[in-house]
């Protein structure tokens, strides 16, 4: 029997296991599909030579986040690789805003859009200077964060506190107005907060725009060199070393729960596994409370809270085998950048944001499209590009802005001719690119779910990153933290904080709460607890200190 089962080994429960098998415990992952990774994956599955990322594929949270490089995965064979740019933002004019790793290149560029935005970056980048670190310390630690948060507002303080926790919560749009005079910098900002489901209007857009950049600046956006499986390799790799067990195709259907304690889980195929001390589920939190856990074991304040639960913008991708580079009218601005945002002006952002928050299928979608070969020269042959974009739709269609008649059902008519769309939006700002095109895998969002469950409609950060569903609303109101009502079951999913993006807290900080849980007065207190909110004296809150 081991100490510990972990459902999904995506990389918050491969995370996970490793923190526990690190501190001694014996652990098991059970993984529904045939391979490990979740959605850190790659194939050949568009052309048999070039490698494809099928889900994420560029990971600035990881090479920021201290959980990951405590796990030293480069003793695994695990490397990064960088594009000579960061990102791209190019305009149909052939202009272009670009963010690089050297922030006076950065800063000289935005110059050119407008006299004095270069000032305008250099104090942004002092922001980060003051209150970076501290920042991330309190992103990757459970809430609350509260040695992190302490050394976070004394940094605040002394910056001048206020005014950078409204510049935080203020709307992209509106703290890039108050910042640039030229497009440049509002571009960068406004494009990076939409890597999350945050409209140019939506409050904390700014403050999360800006983070990106800064990561993006510091960190780069790298790539593991061969695909970004070989991240996930790296982490089973680690595991095995260690004695822990990753078991594929085993999809776990319930989570069993005696005297209000996990002590098994049953899988599709009928096993049932004990197990000793805890059970850490990296699933969607809808998918583990009142799905994986029967209803009868949670508060029903809980159950009430989920039916608000909000879901992120469903996603539409398509990756490309291409014979060549891509023509961009920017030229080398966005053909050396492994990143690159395809919107002309901060409006048309805008515009894209309304259509989705209206049900529509945007006409002109805003894309991420990613230039795997020009960050990662293994991923395809030389002088050609392994490439892919993605956007988003909405979950439930009303309308369809572009021509095409989408409805939602996403049966092969609609794919190819979204596919088109978004080829066509790419067109725009290089021509030519169609006819480059050797191969192409549309991934459209019931696609995504079916290849990994907990991208519920193609939602690929675990839920909205919205101000209303972060730290101590994630997933609902009153938690913020890995504990559930039932003893010794952790939520390691990007469900929990601190959400969406690869970078293992969520799993890390569901080991730790395992490991503190284990020793025997906090064993007595949660039994304690679990007593109390049977009698409903808890039922709101199923957080532990």
């Not at 529509?360 to 960050?375: I, S």
């Amino acid at each position: 029997m081991p100490d510990a089962l972990v459902i999904g080994a995506g990389p918050n429960g491969l995370v996970a296991a490793n923190v526990l098998a690190d501190a001694g415990w014996s652990v098991e992952v059970l993984e529904a599909e045939d391979e490990p990774g979740g959605a850190v994956r790659s194939d050949r599955g568009v052309h048999p030579d070039y490698v494809s990322d099928v889900f994420s594929a560029f990971y600035p949270l990881a090479a920021a986040s201290p959980v990951l490089s405590r796990l030293a995965l480069h003793e695994e064979g695990l490397h990064w690789s960088h594009a000579p740019r960061v990102l791209a933002h190019p305009l149909a004019d052939g202009r272009c805003a670009v963010l690089e790793r050297d922030r006076t290149a950065t800063a000289a560029g935005l110059e050119r859009f407008a006299p004095g935005d270069a000032l305008a970056w250099e104090h942004l980048c002092d922001v980060w200077d003051r209150i970076g670190d501290d920042l991330l310390g309190a992103l990757f630690t459970p809430f609350p964060p509260v040695r992190a948060s302490a050394r976070l507002a004394t940094r605040l303080r002394a910056a001048g506190g206020l005014r950078l926790a409204r510049m935080m919560l203020l709307p992209v749009r509106r703290l890039t107005e108050e910042e640039f005079h030229g497009e440049g910098g509002r571009l960068l900002l406004a494009g990076n907060a939409l890597h999350a489901d945050l409209a140019p209007e939506a409050a904390g857009s700014g403050g999360f725009g800006w983070l990106m950049s800064m990561l993006g600046q510091t960190y780069g956006f790298p790539t593991p060199v061969g695909g970004a499986g070989a991240l996930s390799a790296a982490l089973v790799r680690r595991l095995q070393r260690r004695g822990g067990v990753v078991r594929c195709g085993e999809r776990v259907v319930e989570v069993t729960v005696r005297a209000g304690r996990a002590v098994a889980v049953r899988t599709a195929a009928g096993e049932t596994v004990p197990v000793n001390r805890a059970v850490l589920a990296d699933v969607a939190a809808p998918a583990l409370y009142g799905g994986l856990v029967a209803p009868q074991y949670l508060p029903s304040r809980l159950l009430d809270d989920l039916h608000r639960f909000q879901w992120d913008w469903a996603t539409f991708k398509v990756d490309w085998a291409l014979s060549g580079p891509v023509p961009w009218t920017a030229g080398e601005a966005a053909a050396t950048a492994g990143t690159v945002h395809l919107a002309d002006g901060m409006d048309e952002l805008t515009r894209f944001s309304a259509q989705l928050a209206m049900r529509e299928v945007p006409d002109r979608p805003f894309l991420l499209f990613g230039q795997m070969t020009t960050a990662d020269a293994t991923r395809s042959p030389a002088g050609t590009e392994s490439a892919w974009a993605y956007t988003h739709v909405p979950h439930r269609i009303r309308h369809d802005a572009g021509d095409d008649g989408i409805t939602g059902t996403w049966d092969p008519r609609e794919q190819e001719a979204f596919a088109d769309r978004v080829e066509a939006q790419v067109e725009r700002f290089a021509p030519g690119f169609r006819s480059l095109v050797r191969a192409r895998r549309i991934l459209a969002p019931p696609t995504l779910e079916a290849m990994n469950a907990n991208l519920y409609g193609g939602a690929i950060n675990g839920g909205t990153t919205a101000i209303h569903q972060q730290l101590v609303f994630r997933p609902v109101p009153g938690t913020g933290r890995p504990e559930t009502p039932v003893e010794g079951l952790y939520l390691a999913s990007a469900g929990a904080h601190p959400g969406g993006g690869v970078h293992g807290a969520p799993g890390a900080n569901a080991a730790r709460a395992a490991l503190r849980s284990s020793r025997p007065l906090r064993r007595a207190l949660a039994r304690a607890q679990t007593a109390l909110a049977g009698h409903g004296l808890r039922s709101s809150s199923f957080s532990s200190s």
